[in-house]
C-alpha cells in the first residue's frame, strides 16, 4: 500500500475533498447479558462521572461479550448535513414543525432585515456557501436560540432535502430506527468529530489541522488488537485513522485497512469482522459541499444493500451518522456534555468562547438491524461517542475518555428480547441514480433562495 500522500498536512490533499456525549449517566447504562436479559453496569456510584478506563461491567473480565446476539457493527459516517437538513421532512422524529401551507415553519434573520425561511434546494449539488468552523457553529447557536445560521455563513443554511433528493437515505430512516437526539461531538469540524469517533477526544483540535500527540488512551483499534476483537476500516479514498497521523507507522493498525471492494466481498461471503468501519469517497460520495449529495445516497444504498443480503445478516447491526451538521441549520440547540479530558480548545484570536462541555448540532442517525425495533425513534442524547460507548458495552471495554465513559450506548434502539422483527430484510426505495452535473463538485450550482423564502422581519 503505498501511504505517501496520507502524511500530508493538507486537509484537501490528506481527506480527497473532506475527511476523516452523552448525558451523564447518574445511576448506570444498560445492555445485554449472554441470556439476552437487560443488565445493569455499575462502573460509577450514582451520582458519580464515570472516568476514563472504566468498564461497563466492572466485575467481568475485559473482552467479556455481553451481547452475543450481535456479532457485527458495521458503521457508515457521511459528511456535513444537520437532522433537519436531510430528515426534517420525512414525518419521524422531531424534524421540521408545519405551517398551514405544509411548508416548515424555521426561518433566521439575514442582518438586513429580511427573514431567509427554509427552503428546499433546488438541486442537489451543493455550492460553497455553507461554514462549518468554531465561529460559525457558535454564531449559529446563538446562544441557544438557533438563529445566527444564515448571518454566520449564507441563506444557503437553510436548505434541505427531501426524500425526492436522498431516496434511499430518507426511506431507510423511514423504515429502521432513528435517533432525533444525536450530536455531533463539538462545534468544530470534520476531523474533530471523527477524532471522537474513534478516540473520545479531539486533544483540544477546533479545526481541520493534526495534532501533535497521541491520545492518552489510544483508539479504539487499539483495544480491538489488544483483546483480540476483529476489526477492518474499509476505506475508498483515505482511512480515518489517519487523522492521528503517527497511527499510519503502527502496522499492527495500518494491518487493519482494507479497499472498499473487499467490504462487499467480505459482505457477500459472510465474513465481515466483529466492527467495520465503511467509508466512501470522501471527494464525490461523502456528501460535504460542494458535491452532488445523491452519490451519497447511492453509496449508502450499497453498503445497506451489501449487509441486509449477507450472509452475517441475521447478527449484524449497522449504524449510520454524519460527522457534523456542515453549517445547515437544524432548530434543536445543542445540549450540555461531558468534557473529554482537561485539554481546552486550541482556539486562535478572534475565536469564539467555549468548551468542550457542549455538543455539536443534530447529525442524522440511525440503526439498520433485524433486531432494530419497528417504528421506532430514540429521544435519547447521543454523540460519536455513543459508538464507542457500544462497543465498550459489548465487550465490556474500558472508556478511553470521560466524554464516552458517559456516553449512551445505542442498544436502545434494538430489541433482543423478541423475534427480529426484520429477520427478513425489508425491501427498501431504489437508490439515487445520480449523473455527474456541470461543475457541481467544485463551485456548485449556485443556490439562491427563491422569493418566497424571503420575507421582511
Known sequence: MDMGILVSPNRRQFLGGGLVGASILLGGCSARSSSGSSVSSTSAPPGAVRQPGSRPFPNLAVGTDQVPKIEHI???????????????????????????????????????????????????????????DWRVAHEAYDNGTCQG????????????????????????????????????????????????????????????????????NGVIFQQFNTHGITWKDYYSTLPTIGIFLPLLEDHTLTSGLAKID??????????????????????????????????????????????????????????????????????????????????PPALKPGDPPGGFDRYGFRVPSGVVSPYAKKDFVSHTIYDHTSILKTVEEKWNLPALTRRDANANSLFDMLDLDHKPAFAKPPRLPAAANPTPKAGCLTTGAGVIPPPSAVSKA
Open 262 to 343: 473487499e467490504f462487499f466481498s467480505d459482505a457477500a461471503a459472510g465474513t465481515l469482522p466483529s466492527f467495520s468501519l465503511v467509508e466512501p469517497d470522501y471527494g464525490t460520495q461523502s456528501e460535504e459541499d460542494p458535491q452532488d449529495v445523491q452519490f451519497g445516497d447511492q453509496f449508502m444504498g450499497h453498503v445497506v444493500n451489501a449487509v441486509m443480503s449477507s450472509p452475517n445478516w441475521p447478527s449484524t447491526m449497522l449504524i449510520w451518522t454524519y460527522d457534523e451538521h456542515g453549517g445547515y441549520y437544524d432548530h434543536v440547540p445543542p445540549p450540555a456534555a461531558v468534557t473529554p479530558d482537561d485539554i
Open 74 to 132: 458495521v458503521v457508515v459516517m457521511m459528511e456535513n448535513h444537520s437532522f433537519d437538513n436531510v430528515l426534517g421532512l420525512i414525518g419521524r422524529g422531531d424534524g421540521f414543525t408545519l405551517g398551514p401551507d405544509h411548508r416548515p415553519t424555521a426561518k433566521n434573520p439575514d442582518g438586513h432585515g429580511n427573514y431567509v425561511h427554509a427552503f428546499h434546494m433546488p438541486t442537489e449539488c451543493q455550492t460553497k456557501g455553507v461554514g462549518n
Open 149 to 216: 445560521f444564515v448571518t454566520s455563513t449564507t441563506a444557503e443554511a437553510m436548505g434541505y432535502f427531501t426524500s425526492a433528493d436522498l431516496p434511499f437515505t430518507c426511506g431507510m430512516a423511514r423504515t429502521f430506527p432513528i435517533a432525533d437526539r444525536y450530536f455531533c461531538s463539538a462545534m468544530a469540524q470534520t476531523d474533530p468529530n471523527r477524532r471522537y469517533l474513534i478516540a473520545g477526544t479531539s486533544l483540544g483540535l477546533i479545526d481541520d489541522t493534526f495534532p501533535s500527540a497521541l491520545p492518552p
